[in-house]
């Protein structure tokens, strides 16, 4: 890794008001990032206690998932979208949330009615509401500009309807078209508050029974011409609009105040057709949430059920922001819209469970918030649901310091299967001051479950012995990985010992391959207490990539205001000189370093929408999806050209899962102007499309055509890359040598392990293995690399190679499955199935689930066989070979 050096110390008066914060070399901030721990004999200081989560976590999420596609196998095709709902809380709550957005998208497919198409359909907009090319917030209205909105629409018939007639007339019939010589004698004339509307009087007894008696039967108006209809909830233009309904079936041009008088009078006369073509034709309206909130109450109060069903549609297609409009919230949060809603067919857990994630996602100390959770409780109507349901009140009452209530509902989703919940029980005693109490609960989880990592976190939260605690902490990363907070305490541990190398090398092992905002700041800090101002600049600029808005020191300072601050204690680079800080780093495979340099170049640069893209390239890498979104919609908005931004645009397709709509864009920006971009982009997402033979050419031609075009080093490197793996894929090693060669000359460092992979399919694995030894060798900490390199090593340095890949990334999987492969050759099953059992603790990877289920079967556990093939069905539920064994062990048993 190239090091930025600070300057020399006899510019730290530069440094002004922030050298007089409490950062110092061998002491912790702990008015900033840490408070005092009162329970700790060494006084050692602790960060912030990590929150109990308002997530579905079985002790043994495997065995659940088993569960639910069991029941998913036998079930009703009405039961299926909610246990599909049920799987999809437990990937959320593993953190997999692909998975989770596929089991969505299974209970929208398995949904059989409208309400519940409706909701699963807004739940996916919702998942996907960082990714959508039109990002722009709808205009959320108060409630006096809807009530200005409702008045000037209704008045002035500004909605645009849809054409919900067959045809509809050029012209409306004027009153006095509707003289006594257009009707025969056999008709009628409805008098209302001085008008005369005539009907014909067998079109208009069509209209229902009640019309039919009154107009044909024993009444009155049966036997006269003239009838009085003052009075009956409906005007002369009204009455009107009923007679050309009489006539053609159609509602035509009327306007929308007309057509809710209709719907009232269609509803007090049981005219059922003309109650559905009012219906219909007020749920054309609604085009957008204004729309919806004007129209709701008269389709609740009318039981309109289309025009209900869009106005919900409406306000679910604008979540969070429609909860933010009072007649919204009303709607959902009041008993009474929420008993209208459920006449009217449309409440249900569902609907609840993703209004309540929305309320949580924004303030989950809301009233909102709680009362949405209680009304999804309403609704939960087995031990799942409501464990989830319970917990998360539970959640919400711990944040709003309410512990009676928050300990009884942690105590019932408990009881109900959810030991989770028992850490919120445990919080809930340690906040009240029971310390001691607090420690033997969390004891008796561990000691009545199957160790999880958050069970050890926990209790080291309530040891009073630090080295206790940090036995807890070390058991918990074994167990879990993946946890912060173990590895932040451990480094502030280690800062309170004056050893802030080691605290800062502990920060950089979860750094490694989990970039947070908070590891960051952590790092940050230590920087500064050795005045390294320049490593601390570096994580500033990458923590701003990742949230612009980022506060620090408890609040008092913005991140961006101490950058400007640690500015002027480094060296200034010009435009020049962070080109070349950009290719060491990206050459040397320091990814957070680069993040860094193109910050710096976007703020002397900042309409550069390439920055941009290249802020997405290096954000994605790091695997921080939501903010290289944001930071390809940034790129759009700054792009110079149509055609450079169709090319944002096409990527923003692509890394959605759009390929073809990606392609699309690529072929209009080629169409407008050739570019390195449009050509990189379409070759990148022809060959993920299809890689045959005939592709296979069509992506070496477009690579071929993007090198001929200007761009940068860095991406051309990336091209002759690109380019040489589809060579290897058509065994043409030759060329593929050259790309890399030419690749590895512009210092695209990654090249080497393409070569590498040259030389093994010719048949030279020692060059294979020096070759990757180059990169390891020029990579920071690159896990990849060791992975690589392992596969051209000898049998007796493999396992060092994976052991190191496992060190510096625990979520990559293939370690644990060559490690179990191993043990199961050398007759060691129990070592085999425990190595896999690893790596599932803290992830939920099919080929690992599917390798589980497979020794099991070869050692004749046959039921956890069947579940593990079961787990594995469930993240993907099409695995052929899965299924094959599912079927083998299902006739067995």
Same mark, same amino acid.
């Given at each position: 890794?190239?090091?930025?050096?600070?300057?020399?110390?006899?510019?730290?008066?530069?440094?002004?008001?922030?050298?007089?914060? %409490?950062?110092?070399?061998?002491?912790?901030?702990?008015?900033?990032?840490?408070?005092?721990?009162?329970?700790?004999?060494?006084?050692?200081?602790?960060?912030?206690? %990590?929150?109990?989560?308002?997530?579905?976590?079985?002790?043994? /999420?495997?065995?659940?998932?088993?569960?639910?596609?069991?029941?998913?196998?036998?079930?009703?095709?009405?039961?299926?979208?909610?246990?599909?709902?049920?799987?999809?809380?437990?990937?959320?709550?593993?953190?997999?949330?692909?998975?989770?957005?596929?089991?969505?998208?299974?209970?929208?497919?398995?949904?059989?009615?409208?309400?519940?198409?409706?909701? $699963?359909?807004?739940?996916?907009?919702?998942?996907?509401?960082?990714?959508?090319?039109?990002?722009?917030?709808?205009?959320? &209205?108060?409630?006096?500009?809807?009530?200005?909105?409702?008045?000037?629409?209704?008045?002035?018939?500004?909605? !645009?309807?849809?054409?919900?007639?067959?045809?509809?007339?050029?012209?409306?019939?004027?009153?006095?078209?509707?003289?006594?010589?257009?009707?025969?004698?056999?008709?009628?004339?409805?008098?209302?508050?001085?008008?005369?509307?005539?009907?014909?009087?067998?079109?208009?007894?069509? @209209?229902?029974?009640?019309?039919?008696?009154?107009?044909?039967?024993?009444?009155?108006?049966?036997?006269?011409?003239?009838?009085?209809?003052?009075?009956?909830?409906?005007?002369?233009?009204?009455?009107?609009?009923?007679?050309?309904?009489?006539?053609?079936?159609?509602?035509?041009?009327?306007?929308?105040?007309?057509?809710?008088?209709?719907?009232?009078?269609?509803?007090?006369?049981?005219?059922?057709?003309?109650?559905?073509?009012?219906?219909? /034709?007020?749920?054309?309206?609604?085009?957008?949430?204004?729309?919806?909130?004007?129209?709701?109450?008269?389709?609740?109060?009318?039981?309109?059920?289309?025009?209900?069903?869009? &106005?919900?549609?409406?306000?679910?297609?604008?979540?969070?922001?429609?909860?933010?409009?009072?007649?919204?919230?009303?709607?959902?949060?009041?008993?009474?819209?929420?008993?209208?809603?459920?006449?009217?067919?449309?409440?249900?857990?569902?609907?609840?469970?993703?209004?309540?994630?929305?309320?949580?996602?924004?303030?989950?100390?809301?009233?909102?918030?709680?009362?949405?959770?209680?009304?999804?409780?309403?609704?939960?109507?087995?031990?799942?649901?409501?464990?989830?349901?319970?917990?998360?009140?539970?959640?919400?009452?711990?944040?709003?310091?309410?512990?009676?209530? #928050?300990?009884?509902?942690?105590?019932?989703?408990?009881?109900?299967?959810?030991?989770?919940?028992?850490?919120?029980?445990?919080?809930?005693?340690?906040?009240?001051?029971?310390?001691?109490? #607090?420690?033997?609960?969390?004891?008796?989880?561990?000691?009545?479950?199957?160790?999880?990592?958050?069970?050890?976190?926990?209790?080291?939260?309530? &040891?009073?012995?630090?080295?206790?605690?940090?036995?807890?902490?070390?058991?918990?990363?074994?167990?879990?990985?993946? @946890?912060?907070?173990?590895?932040?305490?451990?480094? #502030?541990?280690?800062?309170?010992?004056?050893?802030?190398?080691?605290? =800062?090398?502990?920060?950089?092992?979860?750094?490694?391959?989990?970039?947070?905002?908070?590891?960051?700041?952590?790092?940050?800090?230590?920087?500064?207490?050795?005045?390294?101002?320049?490593?601390?600049?570096?994580?500033?600029?990458?923590?701003?990539?990742?949230?612009?808005? /980022?506060?620090?020191?408890?609040?008092?300072?913005?991140?961006?205001?101490?950058?400007?601050?640690?500015?002027?204690?480094?060296? !200034?680079?010009?435009?020049? *000189?962070?080109?070349? +800080?950009?290719?060491?780093?990206?050459?040397?495979?320091?990814?957070?370093?680069?993040?860094?340099?193109?910050?710096?170049?976007?703020?002397?640069? %900042?309409?550069?929408?390439?920055?941009?893209?290249? +802020?997405?390239?290096?954000?994605?890498?790091?695997?921080?999806?939501?903010?290289?979104?944001?930071?390809?919609?940034?790129?759009?908005?700054?792009?110079?050209?149509?055609?450079?931004?169709?090319?944002?645009?096409?990527?923003?397709?692509?890394?959605?899962?759009?390929?073809?709509?990606?392609?699309?864009?690529?072929?209009?920006?080629?169409?407008? +102007?050739?570019?390195?971009?449009?050509?990189?982009?379409?070759? /990148?997402?022809?060959? *993920?499309?299809?890689? *045959?033979?005939?592709?296979?050419?069509?992506?070496?031609?477009?690579?071929?055509?993007?090198?001929?075009?200007?761009?940068?080093?860095?991406?051309?490197? +990336?091209?002759?890359?690109?380019?040489?793996?589809?060579?290897?894929?058509?065994?043409?090693?030759?060329?593929?040598?050259?790309?890399?060669?030419?690749?590895?000359? =512009?210092?695209?460092?990654?090249?080497?392990?393409?070569?590498?992979?040259?030389?093994?399919?010719?048949?030279?694995?020692?060059?294979?293995?020096?070759?990757?030894?180059?990169?390891?060798?020029?990579?920071?900490?690159?896990?990849?690399? $060791?992975?690589?390199?392992?596969? $051209?090593?000898?049998?007796?340095?493999?396992?060092?190679?994976?052991?190191?890949?496992?060190?510096?990334?625990? @979520?990559?999987?293939? %370690?644990?499955?060559?490690?179990?492969?191993?043990?199961?050759?050398?007759?060691?099953?129990?070592?085999?199935?425990?190595?896999?059992?690893?790596?599932?603790?803290?992830?939920?990877?099919?080929?690992?689930?599917?390798?589980?289920?497979?020794?099991?079967? &070869?050692?004749?556990?046959?039921?956890?066989?069947?579940?593990?093939?079961?787990?594995?069905?469930?993240?993907?539920?099409?695995?052929?070979?899965?299924?094959?064994?599912?079927?083998?062990?299902?006739?067995?048993?």
């Amino acid at each position: 890794m190239t090091t930025l050096h600070a300057r020399k110390n006899s510019r730290a008066h530069a440094f002004g008001g922030i050298e007089k914060q %409490p950062v110092s070399k061998g002491k912790t901030d702990k008015a900033v990032y840490m408070e005092p721990a009162s329970h700790s004999s060494s006084c050692v200081a602790k960060l912030v206690d %990590p929150p109990i989560k308002p997530l579905f976590k079985p002790v043994d /999420y495997v065995e659940t998932l088993a569960k639910i596609q069991e029941e998913l196998e036998g079930a009703q095709e009405h039961e299926k979208s909610g246990l599909y709902l049920e799987q999809s809380f437990v990937f959320r709550g593993l953190g997999e949330l692909k998975l989770m957005r596929r089991s969505l998208r299974s209970a929208y497919q398995h949904a059989v009615t409208s309400h519940e198409r409706v909701v $699963y359909a807004s739940w996916l907009k919702y998942e996907r509401r960082d990714e959508e090319l039109n990002d722009k917030p709808p205009e959320v &209205c108060d409630s006096q500009k809807a009530e200005f909105f409702k008045s000037a629409a209704v008045s002035s018939c500004t909605f !645009q309807p849809l054409d919900v007639c067959t045809r509809m007339p050029d012209a409306d019939l004027c009153p006095e078209e509707c003289s006594s010589s257009s009707y025969s004698e056999d008709d009628v004339v409805f008098h209302i508050d001085g008008e005369q509307v005539y009907c014909n009087r067998k079109r208009m007894a069509s @209209l229902s029974s009640p019309f039919y008696s009154m107009l044909n039967g024993c009444f009155t108006e049966s036997r006269t011409r003239d009838i009085e209809f003052s009075g009956n909830g409906i005007s002369a233009p009204g009455m009107r609009a009923v007679e050309k309904f009489s006539k053609s079936g159609k509602l035509e041009q009327a306007t929308p105040n007309i057509v809710m008088e209709v719907l009232a009078f269609a509803n007090r006369f049981f005219c059922e057709n003309m109650r559905d073509a009012c219906d219909h /034709y007020l749920a054309a309206l609604v085009h957008s949430l204004q729309h919806a909130t004007m129209l709701i109450e008269s389709g609740l109060e009318e039981n309109a059920q289309a025009l209900v069903a869009t &106005c919900l549609q409406a306000f679910l297609h604008e979540l969070p922001y429609s909860l933010k409009v009072p007649q919204v919230a009303r709607l959902f949060c009041d008993a009474e819209g929420r008993n209208k809603l459920k006449s009217a067919g449309h409440s249900s857990f569902a609907l609840y469970a993703l209004l309540s994630q929305v309320a949580m996602d924004e303030d989950n100390s809301s009233d909102i918030s709680a009362n949405l959770l209680e009304q999804m409780r309403v609704y939960a109507n087995s031990s799942r649901p409501t464990s989830l349901v319970l917990h998360q009140l539970g959640c919400v009452m711990l944040t709003k310091k309410h512990y009676a209530e #928050a300990q009884e509902l942690f105590q019932g989703a408990a009881q109900h299967g959810h030991p989770y919940s028992l850490a919120g029980v445990a919080r809930v005693k340690y906040n009240c001051g029971q310390q001691q109490a #607090a420690y033997a609960e969390a004891t008796a989880i561990i000691s009545c479950y199957k160790p999880c990592g958050w069970m050890f976190q926990e209790r080291a939260l309530y &040891c009073t012995d630090g080295r206790e605690k940090l036995l807890d902490l070390d058991k918990a990363t074994d167990i879990d990985p993946t @946890l912060p907070y173990p590895y932040k305490y451990r480094a #502030a541990s280690l800062m309170y010992e004056e050893k802030v190398p080691e605290a =800062i090398t502990e920060i950089n092992r979860i750094l490694g391959f989990k970039v947070t905002p908070d590891c960051l700041e952590l790092r940050i800090y230590f920087c500064l207490a050795i005045q390294d101002y320049a490593g601390a600049v570096r994580d500033l600029r990458a923590l701003l990539t990742l949230e612009p808005s /980022y506060v620090m020191y408890s609040g008092r300072v913005s991140a961006t205001q101490l950058l400007g601050l640690l500015s002027q204690n480094v060296d !200034q680079w010009t435009k020049a *000189d962070c080109w070349m +800080q950009l290719y060491d780093r990206w050459s040397s495979v320091d990814d957070i370093g680069s993040l860094a340099v193109v910050h710096q170049m976007l703020e002397s640069d %900042p309409g550069k929408g390439l920055l941009f893209f290249r +802020q997405s390239l290096l954000l994605l890498r790091l695997n921080c999806p939501k903010s290289a979104m944001r930071s390809l919609r940034l790129a759009r908005e700054h792009a110079n050209s149509d055609h450079e931004r169709l090319v944002y645009e096409g990527w923003i397709l692509y890394d959605t899962g759009h390929r073809q709509e990606a392609l699309l864009k690529a072929e209009e920006s080629v169409a407008l +102007q050739r570019s390195f971009e449009a050509f990189f982009l379409k070759a /990148y997402a022809l060959a *993920d499309t299809s890689l *045959d033979e005939s592709s296979s050419a069509k992506v070496v031609e477009l690579l071929e055509e993007a090198l001929k075009c200007p761009s940068d080093g860095l991406r051309k490197g +990336q091209a002759l890359n690109n380019l040489g793996s589809v060579y290897v894929d058509c065994e043409k090693f030759e060329l593929a040598a050259d790309c890399y060669v030419s690749a590895l000359k =512009i210092r695209h460092t990654r090249a080497h392990q393409g070569l590498a992979r040259v030389h093994f399919l010719q048949g030279d694995r020692k060059s294979a293995h020096e070759e990757m030894t180059k990169l390891i060798e020029k990579a920071c900490n690159n896990a990849t690399a $060791y992975e690589k390199r392992s596969e $051209y090593c000898d049998r007796d340095t493999i396992t060092a190679d994976l052991n190191m890949v496992t060190q510096i990334d625990p @979520l990559r999987t293939y %370690p644990y499955r060559y490690r179990a492969a191993v043990s199961m050759d050398n007759h060691r099953e129990e070592e085999a199935i425990a190595e896999l059992s690893k790596a599932l603790a803290f992830k939920a990877d099919l080929h690992v689930l599917h390798l589980r289920a497979a020794f099991c079967e &070869c050692i004749g556990e046959l039921s956890s066989a069947l579940r593990d093939c079961r787990a594995a069905l469930s993240v993907d539920p099409n695995h052929q070979d899965s299924l094959e064994l599912r079927s083998r062990v299902l006739s067995r048993l």
